[in-house]
């Protein structure tokens, strides 16, 4: 049968009576000789002792704590200076005990830890039982600790459900906090800092490495054969901000994102790139969820329903064309790819701007400036093409 915590701290304050019996004598003796006993009484004068016998008085831990503490100064402050506030908190851990107080895991683990330093203090061998009833009880303290965490998060994953019901039927998250996260702009975390847990640009970045790479090994299994830049030009119409949002707008993703005033007022909801970077977002949050295989079995056929689309090319799908391009320029008059460099970052941590250059064997050809790195490199290859001539 487990022992309460009342019961743990009673057998550990018996222990340490058995500990301080011997040590408090000791060190009485050194300093008072045979009068040592004197000045026992006199710490315990108000305390109704003069019945009780030596044996009585030293079997009982709150007399050893008192007799501690009435002649610390002259006796034990040199071999515990660092540990008096452990026995005048031990004084209390044994008054509540002794009138039955219960203690909650909380304060039991803080009882036997102060036992137990004292104990290790005057190297008394009761510190090890007395050890084994604080690890009992920080393990029931973690449980508990576990427990009501595992509750809180339970409770807000059951808000997240309710509110993002219809979506979840779609994309079925076992976390919807990740969903949640990755429907969230930073207009929006930037207005409401303490409503969130952060913004979707990371998930942002990972989603969009994750489709390239299945969008690629799509493409690949389906045209093996042809040749690289034809596999490229393939996997880019599918990837493209136009397709991105298509997706977005079949499964009206634009309704769930959360979105701070400004966006919401231009019409954050129905832009063509906010759409494409919040699918991107929400396909880096499933990878972590559930992993690559349950992103490809949900991406799979989207993906062949955007290959039966004819999908209008706009100022993004021009830019992406000419960082194929300038590469393949690159690759042809150079034979190395070009390598795009992030030389400035300006602006507020949630409305940054990014400079980045594009070089060909150290040499710049041209820059371009974004809110996002990715647009800035397309900006800088297309205008190293214009300043080739190239278009």
């Known amino acids: 049968m487990q022992l309460s915590n009342n019961e743990r701290i009673g057998q550990s304050?018996?222990?340490?009576?058995?500990?301080?019996?011997?040590?408090v004598e000791q060190k009485m003796r050194e300093v008072y000789?045979?009068?040592?006993?004197?000045?026992?009484?006199?710490?315990?004068?108000?305390?109704?002792?003069?019945?009780?016998?030596?044996?009585?008085?030293?079997?009982?831990?709150?007399?050893?704590?008192?007799?501690?503490?009435?002649?610390?100064?002259?006796?034990?402050?040199?071999?515990?200076?660092?540990?008096?506030?452990?026995?005048?908190?031990?004084?209390?851990?044994?008054?509540?005990?002794?009138?039955?107080?219960?203690?909650?895991p909380e304060d039991a683990f803080r009882a036997l830890d102060s036992i137990h330093r004292l104990l290790v203090k005057i190297g008394a061998e009761q510190e090890k039982i007395v050890d084994a009833h604080k690890q009992i009880v920080f393990k029931l303290l973690t449980q508990k600790q576990s427990n009501f965490a595992q509750s809180q998060m339970s409770q807000a994953d059951e808000q997240i459900r309710e509110q993002l019901k219809e979506l979840l039927e779609i994309i079925p998250f076992q976390d919807a906090r990740l969903l949640l996260r990755a429907l969230t702009h930073r207009s929006y975390m930037f207005e409401n800092p303490t409503k969130t847990q952060g913004d979707n640009e990371q998930l942002e970045f990972l989603g969009d490495s994750v489709l390239q790479f299945l969008a690629?090994?799509?493409?690949?299994?389906?045209?093996?054969?042809?040749?690289?830049?034809?596999?490229?030009?393939?996997?880019?119409?599918?990837?493209?901000?136009?397709?991105?949002?298509?997706?977005?707008?079949?499964?009206?993703?634009?309704?769930?994102?959360?979105?701070?005033?400004?966006?919401?007022?231009?019409?954050?909801?129905?832009?063509?790139?906010?759409?494409?970077?919040?699918?991107?977002?929400?396909?880096?949050?499933?990878?972590?969820?559930?992993?690559?295989?349950?992103?490809?079995?949900?991406?799979?056929?989207?993906?062949?329903?955007l290959e039966t689309l004819k999908i209008e090319p706009n100022c993004s799908q021009v830019l992406n064309d000419a960082k194929n391009t300038f590469q393949h320029w690159a690759q042809t008059n150079h034979q190395q790819n070009p390598e795009y460099?992030?030389?400035?970052?300006?602006?507020?941590?949630?409305?940054?701007?990014?400079?980045?250059?594009?070089?060909?064997?150290?040499?710049?050809?041209?820059?371009?400036?974004?809110?996002?790195?990715?647009?800035?490199?397309?900006?800088?290859?297309?205008?190293?093409?214009?300043?080739?001539?190239?278009?």
Request: glycine share 8%.
């Open 341 to 391: 460099i992030v030389i400035q970052e300006s602006g507020d941590d949630h409305n940054k701007v990014f400079t980045v250059v594009v070089k060909v064997k150290g040499m710049v050809y041209a820059q371009g400036k974004a809110t996002k790195i990715r647009d800035a490199q397309k900006q800088a290859a297309t205008l190293a093409l214009t300043n080739l001539g190239l278009i």
């Open 13 to 23: 304050l018996t222990l340490l009576s058995q500990a301080l019996s011997p040590y």
């Open 33 to 104: 000789g045979n009068s040592w006993f004197s000045q026992v009484n006199l710490c315990l004068s108000n305390k109704n002792n003069f019945n009780r016998s030596n044996e009585e008085i030293f079997q009982d831990v709150s007399a050893l704590l008192t007799i501690i503490n009435q002649r610390w100064d002259k006796v034990f402050k040199k071999y515990l200076s660092s540990e008096r506030y452990l026995i005048n908190e031990l004084i209390e851990v044994r008054n509540r005990w002794a009138h039955i107080n219960g203690f909650s």
């Open 216 to 305: 690629g090994d799509y493409v690949y299994e389906k045209y093996f054969g042809e040749q690289e830049g034809q596999l490229t030009k393939k996997r880019e119409k599918i990837v493209s901000n136009e397709a991105l949002a298509i997706l977005a707008q079949n499964f009206n993703l634009g309704k769930w994102i959360k979105l701070g005033n400004g966006e919401e007022l231009t019409g954050g909801r129905t832009n063509p790139t906010l759409l494409s970077n919040t699918l991107e977002a929400v396909i880096g949050a499933y990878y972590k969820d559930s992993g690559i295989d349950a992103v490809w079995e949900w991406l799979k056929p989207m993906l062949e329903q």
